[in-house]
């Protein structure tokens, strides 16, 4: 079986979707966690937030923001967003599942989407949000070489996990870190059936009920 259609049958068993629809209503945030077969191997995209933000300036993130009056659902802000921030047309994005919820340092509900993208797709980032945009092999992610773990701070999801980068492409290099590492742990692992080579502070065989206990905790102390 092809790697991305292997992947697609993968993912699609941790759709979330209507269990977490008890949620107290809240403000929503969607991002989308962009796949892509390059050479047989799955790579992401991600995107260096610009400096001219007034939050997360700097930041490594994966394309994503704000629920919008005119979004219908979480995929459709996550798409609307990828297409303001990086040109993605969202008929170009084959939407494999959302993930589980999870509330960030701002307190923001936000729900990972997950969708395959072509190779051969050019982004065009818009410099007012997104200063670069680059790829990384999922199985990075789950390799002890290049990461860094830190004690959890308030709000975050288990330890603090970080890595740093290096763009062959662009020379440059990348701190990924955060919620953003997080959710780029737990794709890579899932899709890759692989148990990353460090303590991930969650459980990787259920990792839908270590989630839910999380978002339980946080949404009791708002």
Same mark, same amino acid.
């Given at each position: 079986?092809?790697?991305?259609?292997?992947?697609?049958?993968?993912?699609?068993?941790?759709?979330?979707?209507? =269990?977490?629809?008890?949620?107290?209503?809240?403000?929503?945030?969607?991002?989308?966690?962009?796949?892509?077969?390059?050479?047989?191997?799955?790579?992401?995209?991600?995107?260096?937030?610009?400096? #001219?933000? =007034?939050?997360?300036?700097?930041?490594?993130?994966?394309?994503?923001?704000? =629920?919008?009056?005119?979004?219908?659902?979480?995929?459709?802000? @996550?798409?609307?967003?990828?297409?303001?921030?990086?040109?993605?047309?969202?008929?170009?994005?084959?939407?494999?599942? =959302?993930? +589980?919820?999870?509330?960030?340092?701002?307190?923001?509900?936000?729900?990972?989407?997950?969708?395959?993208?072509?190779?051969?797709?050019?982004?065009?980032?818009?410099? @007012?949000?997104?200063?670069?945009? +680059?790829?990384?092999?999922?199985?990075?992610?789950?390799?002890?070489?290049?990461?860094?773990?830190?004690?959890?701070?308030?709000?975050?999801?288990?330890?603090?996990?970080?890595?740093?980068?290096?763009?062959?492409?662009?020379?440059? #290099?990348?701190?990924?870190?955060?919620?953003?590492?997080?959710?780029?742990?737990?794709?890579?692992?899932?899709?890759?059936?692989?148990?990353?080579?460090?303590?991930?502070?969650?459980? +990787?065989?259920?990792?839908?009920?270590? +989630?839910?206990?999380?978002? #339980?905790?946080?949404?009791?102390?708002?």
């Amino acid at each position: 079986m092809h790697v991305k259609e292997r992947t697609i049958g993968i993912l699609k068993r941790f759709d979330i979707g209507n =269990r977490f629809s008890y949620l107290p209503t809240m403000p929503k945030a969607s991002v989308l966690i962009p796949l892509f077969v390059k050479k047989g191997e799955l790579h992401t995209l991600m995107t260096l937030r610009s400096m #001219q933000l =007034r939050s997360g300036a700097g930041e490594v993130c994966f394309p994503g923001g704000k =629920r919008d009056p005119v979004d219908k659902d979480d995929v459709d802000t @996550a798409l609307r967003e990828a297409e303001e921030e990086i040109g993605l047309p969202p008929d170009q994005v084959q939407v494999v599942c =959302r993930l +589980f919820p999870v509330i960030n340092k701002s307190g923001l509900l936000v729900t990972p989407v997950v969708g395959f993208i072509d190779e051969t797709f050019c982004p065009c980032p818009n410099p @007012a949000e997104v200063s670069a945009v +680059f790829s990384v092999p999922l199985d990075f992610f789950t390799s002890e070489k290049d990461h860094f773990t830190a004690n959890g701070i308030t709000g975050t999801v288990g330890p603090l996990h970080s890595f740093y980068f290096m763009d062959s492409n662009s020379g440059s #290099q990348y701190h990924i870190w955060g919620l953003t590492a997080v959710l780029a742990i737990l794709v890579s692992a899932l899709a890759l059936k692989k148990k990353p080579e460090f303590d991930v502070g969650f459980d +990787f065989e259920n990792p839908l009920s270590f +989630f839910e206990q999380v978002l #339980q905790r946080r949404i009791s102390k708002l």
